[in-house]
């Protein structure tokens, strides 16, 4: 059939859109003020909450914007691993057997990584929390200069 377009069944993408839906739910609902000066966060929690559902560290930071990223990406990632692991089994030969698993295992990495880079992520980002740093730079004539001013934490 010529100038027809078929779409994706939604099964592939529907996961994704409710993940994205639900954590711009969230990013709306969470303070316009990312910094918590009250109450810091936990490196430890953040990587636990990230770990478990990507985005969530983030989010539990105080970070929206990153959070709807790790968990649009994750979500993208295991749908992608659900699609590719529904085709295996209608494969006509052995060789596109092995070429669609290998593919689905592929994608499971990618999933991997997304959930592994967000629980990182999310760790350093609630470790860095009270880092303060200002950074300037001045053009002059003779060159350009570069300055960085930062407050260390003290070790108590």
């Given at each position: 059939?010529?100038?027809v ?8 993408w ?14 709306l ?9 009250d ?12 770990a478990?559902l990507?985005g ?6 105080g970070r ?6 790790f968990?649009?990406a994750?979500a ?7 699609a590719a692991?529904?085709t295996?089994d209608?494969?006509p030969?052995?060789e ?8 689905r295992?592929t994608?499971?990495l ?11 992520d999310?760790?350093?980002d ?10 300037g ?11 960085l001013?930062m ?6």
């Amino acid at each position: 059939m010529r100038g027809v377009i078929r779409l994706r069944p939604a099964r592939c993408w529907a996961p994704s859109l409710l993940l994205l839906l639900l954590c711009s739910r969230l990013a709306l609902a969470a303070e316009a003020d990312s910094t918590r000066a009250d109450s810091l966060s936990t490196p430890r929690a953040a990587l636990l909450r990230s770990a478990v559902l990507p985005g969530w560290g983030q989010h539990y930071n105080g970070r929206p914007l990153k959070a709807l990223f790790f968990a649009g990406a994750s979500a993208t990632a295991l749908s992608a691993v659900i699609a590719a692991h529904r085709t295996i089994d209608a494969a006509p030969t052995p060789e596109t057997h092995a070429n669609r698993a290998a593919r689905r295992n592929t994608r499971l990495l990618y999933f991997a990584l997304s959930v592994a880079l967000s629980a990182i992520d999310a760790y350093v980002d609630a470790q860095l929390a009270d880092f303060e740093a200002d950074i300037g730079m001045a053009m002059r004539r003779d060159g350009a200069s570069l300055t960085l001013k930062m407050t260390l934490p003290t070790g108590d």
